[in-house]
């Protein structure tokens, strides 16, 4: 979804890291989630799905070096892409929960940029309403009262492979190189 964004708007893709902090119980359910810099948001629910502070510390240890991991996979030749002064669109394929997107959301305010927006095609109402204190703007084209998972709204759902996470960036990388000679 960045990518065809990036390519329709004529600007750059970057990926802002982030990692879901899995419920003790259930790892496909979110109980937080942490940027790059640590940060984290904790969900309220986190305590009564079995999230305790300890937990979450071993939590946040474990997805911050899957992070630090991902970051040299994915652009190991460049820093991330400096958003400071500059508009900033920030993609999901869905909200379930929010915390992954509040995480991203967090993370690119940090940089400082002119304008936030958060886009998504589908979202929980009341996900919507966790977010959009993190986003100038929220653009989101569905927000039905019975969203169990995200997949549900697609016709397809494939897991996006980190080696195609790495060719979309490459393809910025390349087209940037190009542009400076």
Known sequence: MGRVLADELGGELDVVLVR???????PEFAVGAIDESGWAYIAGHAASAGADEAYLEREKRAQLET????????????????????????V???????????????????????RLICAVPVAAPDSLARVRPYAD?????????????????YRQ?????????????????????????
């Open 20 to 26: 879901k902090l899995r419920s003790p119980d259930s």
């Open 67 to 90: 992070l630090r991991k991902r970051r040299a996979q994915y652009t190991p030749a460049r820093a991330p892409i400096d958003a400071k002064g500059r508009i900033v669109i920030v």
């Open 92 to 114: 999901d394929d869905g909200l379930a929960t929010g915390a992954t997107m509040m995480a991203a959301l967090h993370a690119a305010r940090a940089q400082q940029p002119a």
């Open 137 to 153: 703007e929220m653009v989101c084209l569905e927000a039905p009262e019975q969203l169990f998972a995200v997949a549900q709204f």
């Open 157 to 181: 759902f494939p897991q996006v492979e980190d080696e195609d996470v790495v060719a979309l960036l490459a393809h910025d990388a390349k087209a940037a190189g190009a542009s400076m000679r």
